[in-house]
């Protein structure tokens, strides 16, 4: 009997057909796959690896890894150790990394060029010669022209005519080495440079030879198209289309990109557009490098947490990729592991933070930013949050060309270091936190609306306090005039040295306070008796402090209270200050050279 046209079979061929698959088997292995990807992705890059290679399908995993999320990827491994897995990779993947890794802003670094091509041909030496041949022959053509000087065997010529410095393949073609700067060798220059780039060489070497095995005809073309290709025409052209590439990731022209920095009104924030059809995954993988970064406690990471189970999370974290992309851009940041770009994606999730903070009504709470990222998309948070730190910036600035401190010429230290660092980090292009190594360095990004509150009351404290030098001016204009160095000039020094002078009756031009009469005021300032070997440790009377206040009052003009209400608290801390540095000190022990409160003559 025979079965080959029995209809089991033949419903068993039909149902088994490549072309007869149900959508409820595709959507199953997609969710697979991409199941599989999250997995690996979120293991160490070479246990990610080995998953990836193990697969059933390894190189349909590869494939729908993001382009960033695999460039990273090689990195972290090393792109050495991993060519298996360079193997797999798409067209798409290996431009993407081409795009990231050889161009340095708008001109190709040849060297890491030639790195990366090399790394291309012994992944795959025959899929690199088709894509060579058919994709990129004018880009192969541009680099070969950049690399090598080609001279072809006239009819009236023989080999013997070349120089030993060429050499040839097909005894037609002949070609040496150039320095790796073209524009260092010239034509009349017959020294063989291949010494000089062993990997050069190997690479160069080993693809015309597989180029002339594969089509004789197509590599002696190629050899005399580049005798004469336009450099700098076919370079521009593939910055115009590595653009066009980077674009679509994210990587906006600079000039574009630098608008995330435009600071933005609340009323301004495009809204997102929430399409009503959008069910499961998206048709392409969502990079996975910045979301998995978000690792701090703040408002935007606790609001992504919030959304975890929102159909549009998927949306939001492409947009977050997009977001970070952009800054890379426009911070002109070189990019070569996951650890360059992780700054940049605490730069992004603190100015979301407070973005979202400023947005949120208050008490803030994480329902509520969570719905803002919902209704907003983040490039608008983002900016409205760096807006605050702009802001911060063009008051200082405002405040710096008004000042009374710089009337008077005197230079940022005058605020001493604390406060010099705080103006540091907001007059500089792009305003930074003073964290004085709280997180392990000086300036930092501003990652929470706490920084910026706290930035803010700092930044107030020095314009009140030089608002009450500014209402002193006529007294401490004819002090200042004695100053011969400005060098160790500080606001507290200026304020207590003066205070002193008028405490025990020396006038504007007595300056700095002789140590004879600075022990008089000392003997005052803590209460001690007039003893050499008194070292008894001593606070600053009551007394005194009112003294102080209305010896202010005196020379500004304003009440006690509005001098407390502008700068009570700084008062304060300059006493404490006085207090820890010369309170356990006896006057048999006052140094000059140690006490930087007061400015001493001999």
């Excluded at 046209?5 to 068993?12: F, I, Q, R």
């Excluded at 010669?129 to 022209?145: D, G, K, P, T």
């Excluded at 270091?417 to 792009?430: P, Q």
Aim: with cysteine; hydrophobic share 45%.
């Amino acid at each position: 009997m025979c079965f080959l046209n029995s209809p089991a079979l033949m419903e068993n061929k039909i149902m088994n057909h490549p072309k007869i698959t149900s959508a409820t088997s595709i959507q199953q292995a997609i969710a697979e796959l991409g199941e599989l990807r999250r997995t690996a992705l979120a293991l160490p890059a070479e246990e990610a690896m080995d998953v990836i290679l193990s697969a059933r399908q390894p190189a349909a995993l590869v494939h729908s890894i993001a382009e960033t999320d695999l460039f990273f990827m090689v990195q972290d491994i090393g792109p050495d150790d991993c060519l298996p897995l360079l193997e797999l990779a798409s067209n798409a993947q290996w431009d993407f990394i081409l795009d990231m890794a050889t161009w340095k802003g708008d001109r190709i670094e040849v060297r890491s060029l030639t790195r990366w091509l090399n790394l291309r041909f012994l992944a795959n030496p025959d899929r690199f010669l088709r894509w060579a041949q058919n994709e990129e022959i004018e880009f192969v053509e541009w680099y070969l022209f950049r690399n090598i000087q080609i001279r072809v065997l006239e009819t009236d010529e023989e080999p013997a005519d070349i120089p030993d410095a060429f050499m040839t393949i097909d005894n037609m073609v002949y070609f040496r080495f150039l320095p790796e700067s073209i524009d260092m060798v010239s034509s009349e220059d017959e020294t063989d440079a291949s010494d000089t780039d062993e990997e050069r060489y190997t690479f160069i070497t080993s693809f015309l030879e597989k180029l002339y095995s594969e089509d004789p005809i197509q590599y002696q073309n190629i050899m005399l198209e580049a005798q004469t290709i336009l450099s700098a025409e076919t370079e521009e052209e593939a910055w115009r289309i590595r653009n066009i590439r980077m674009a679509e990731k994210g990587f906006l022209p600079f000039d574009e990109a630098i608008g995330v920095y435009q600071p933005s009104k609340p009323d301004a924030i495009p809204r997102r557009i929430i399409s009503k059809k959008r069910t499961g995954e998206p048709h392409l993988p969502v990079p996975s490098y910045a979301s998995g970064m978000l690792k701090a406690d703040n408002v935007f990471v606790r609001s992504l947490i919030a959304l975890e189970h929102d159909r549009i999370l998927p949306d939001i974290q492409a947009e977050l990729v997009s977001l970070v992309n952009q800054i890379v851009v426009a911070d002109q940041k070189l990019i070569a592991s996951k650890a360059d770009i992780e700054e940049v994606v605490k730069k992004a999730a603190g100015y979301l933070s407070i973005g979202l903070a400023r947005l949120s009504a208050k008490p803030q709470s994480v329902v509520r930013s969570a719905s803002l990222i919902r209704s907003w998309l983040l490039s608008g948070i983002f900016r409205v949050g760096y807006g605050a730190a702009l802001e911060l910036k063009w008051q200082a600035q405002g405040w710096v060309k008004q000042s009374w401190f710089a009337a008077q010429k005197l230079p940022l230290s005058f605020w001493g270091e604390a406060w010099l660092s705080v103006l540091g980090g907001l007059l500089i292009k792009k305003p930074l936190f003073f964290d004085n190594y709280q997180t392990g360095v000086l300036y930092r990004e501003f990652r929470s609306i706490e920084d910026i509150q706290a930035t803010q009351t700092l930044l107030n404290q020095i314009i009140r306090f030089d608002q009450i030098l500014g209402a002193m001016s006529e007294d401490v204009t004819l002090f200042l005039q004695f100053i011969t160095s400005r060098q160790s000039l500080s606001y507290k020094n200026l304020i207590l040295t003066r205070w002193a002078q008028c405490h025990i009756g020396l006038s504007p031009e007595i300056v700095p306070i002789p140590m004879d009469s600075f022990i008089l005021f000392f003997r005052e300032l803590f209460g001690k008796p007039g003893k050499p070997d008194s070292a008894k440790s001593g606070r600053i009377s009551k007394a005194m402090k009112s003294s102080f206040l209305l010896w202010l009052s005196e020379k500004t003009g304003w009440t006690s209270s509005e001098l407390t209400e502008r700068s009570g608290p700084e008062m304060e801390r300059i006493f404490a200050e006085l207090e820890a540095d010369l309170g356990a000190v006896s006057e048999a022990d006052l140094n000059p050279r140690y006490i930087q409160l007061f400015l001493f003559g001999p």
